[in-house]
């Protein structure tokens, strides 16, 4: 329903950058039903999941910084353009 609903107004709204915006939130709320169970039964993930969130993050941020480095430019720069 989520996706049937918000991608195409998402798209509507922000145009490519919204439907991307709208797909990377889709699994927000079946990661927070899993987070919980698993909680329940005693097999938090909080810590690993943010410490592998930490480096997914830095490493992106290290390749973004490597191709502007190089004189490319930030990819999300064409969504934004109007």
Same mark, same amino acid.
């Given at each position: =329903? +989520?996706?049937? +609903?918000?991608? *195409? ?10 439907? =991307?915006?709208a =797909?990377?939130?889709?699994?927000? *709320? ?15 993930t909080? =810590? ?8 997914l ?17 930030? *990819? ?7």
């Open positions: =329903i +989520f996706i049937v +609903f918000f991608l *195409p107004l998402s798209f509507y709204l922000m145009q490519y950058l919204g439907a =991307i915006i =797909i990377a939130l889709y699994d927000l *709320p079946l990661y927070a039903v899993l987070a919980f169970g698993l909680n329940q039964h005693g097999l938090g909080f =810590i690993q999941d943010v410490q592998m969130t930490c480096l993050v830095a490493l992106v941020t290290l390749f973004l910084f490597c191709r502007v480095s190089l004189g490319g430019d930030l *990819p999300i720069a064409q969504l934004l353009v109007t």
